[in-house]
């Protein structure tokens, strides 16, 4: 079964670090390019970073720049966020959502260029102020 599967969310104070991870399952990830979005509340949805299949293009939104860091393993079918020196404004709820592409050095943080079937339920990410 077709399935996408975030992890690692939880409660972290000013400065510290978590680790997501995007696990795919019923399917090859490595065809896909992927995105990690994350929305707070009241909030509209916001894309934080992505990773073309191949691994070449890494992008991330201004705010998270210097701070995340994506990565991908195909063998293990996943997408990792490496969240450092994190802050209040990072709390949310973390998406990841998978796009099959021509062009394997491309990928968006878009939403709209996901389907409504290509997301994962989230995991949820608190930073106290």
């Known amino acids: 079964q077709y399935q996408l599967k975030e992890s690692g969310g939880g409660l972290v104070q000013p400065g510290g670090s978590l680790r997501l991870s995007c696990a795919a399952s019923?399917?090859?990830?490595?065809?896909?390019?992927v995105g990690w979005f994350r929305q707070a509340p009241g909030e509209e949805r916001e894309g934080v970073s992505c990773?073309?299949?191949?691994?070449?293009?890494?992008s991330y939104a201004d705010s998270v720049k210097g701070r995340f860091t994506i990565s991908r393993d195909n063998a293990k079918n996943t997408v990792d966020l490496h969240m450092n020196n994190m802050k209040p404004d990072d709390a949310g709820v973390y998406y990841c959502a998978v796009h099959y592409w021509t062009n394997r050095g491309a990928c968006s943080m878009n939403s709209g260029v996901y389907g409504k079937n290509d997301w994962g339920k989230g995991t949820l990410v608190t930073v106290p102020s």
């Open positions: 019923g399917f090859q990830l490595d065809d896909y390019f």
């Open positions: 990773i073309s299949s191949n691994g070449a293009l890494r």
